[in-house]
């Protein structure tokens, strides 16, 4: 089966400007996580998604960023104002559910310039 | 909230050789903790994880130990190969609430041919 995938796989604009990043989870995954991982870094969390609500969105960094997860599969994660400090890789990972392993996509790279 | 150290952030090996990479955590409630292989340019792959019902666990050349008491855990690499070089992070997540994983800074892993 496909594994989690992520769309763009590099996004590159301009200061102020709006993005919205995608994620398709594994088939069938409840759980869906956000983070970001700058350069030289460990991934930090961002949202967590238990089927279509948020059920932690603690490490999002300020009101500039959002996340939605309508139907309970595809999410995407929205930046409005974009900064140069968030330019990072986006990560996306899913998990069956509760107490149970997450597996990662392999990003979106976001540069702001 | 939980913090995960890591170390060392880089470590040197020769092909045959074991490697031992050592993370410490700082919330006792954390009782999950996955370690994951990253290569350039990918997102993170999982490897191993443990509960912390659990001392130690093993899988063909790569084993995990955890030190509840402590609160530190550690990844063991034995036959070392080329292949194995990469960025490897621990985690830890406090299960049954957000799931959300807390990363170390990241080991960068060189097997030398």
């Known amino acids: 089966g496909a594994g989690v995938s992520q769309t763009p796989s590099n996004k590159v604009t301009e200061k102020g400007k709006y993005v919205e990043l995608r994620c398709d989870p594994i088939s069938g995954h409840t759980a869906l996580y956000w983070y970001r991982q700058s350069l030289g870094q460990g991934p930090e969390f961002l949202i967590y998604f238990q089927g279509t609500g948020a059920a932690d969105d603690s490490g999002l960094p300020n009101d ?5 997860r309508p139907e309970g599969s595809v999410s995407t994660l929205k930046i409005q104002r974009t900064e140069r400090g968030d330019s990072a890789v986006y990560l996306c990972a899913s998990s069956p559910g509760q107490e149970t392993k997450q597996f990662f996509g392999p990003g979106t790279r976001l540069t702001v310039l | 909230g939980e913090n995960v150290e890591q170390h060392p952030s880089t470590l040197s090996v020769q092909e045959g050789d074991s490697a031992v990479i050592k993370c410490t955590y700082s919330d006792s409630a954390s ?3 996955p370690w994951y292989k990253q290569e350039l340019g990918k997102g993170p792959q999982l490897i191993i994880d443990i509960r912390s019902n659990v001392g130690e666990k093993k899988d ?3 084993a995990v130990t955890l030190n509840k008491t402590a609160k530190h855990f ?3 690499i034995t036959e070392t190969q080329p292949e194995d070089s990469a960025v490897y992070f621990c985690a830890a997540s406090s299960e049954g ?3 959300k ?3 170390g ?3 960068k892993l060189t097997v030398n041919p």
Do not use: C, D, P
């Open chain 1, 64 to 68: 500039r960023f959002f996340a939605v």
């Open chain 2, 31 to 33: 009782n999950y903790f």
């Open chain 2, 60 to 62: 063909q050349r790569i």
């Open chain 2, 74 to 76: 550690s990844l063991h």
């Open chain 2, 97 to 99: 609430g957000s799931e």
């Open chain 2, 101 to 103: 994983l807390v990363f």
């Open chain 2, 105 to 107: 800074k990241g080991t």
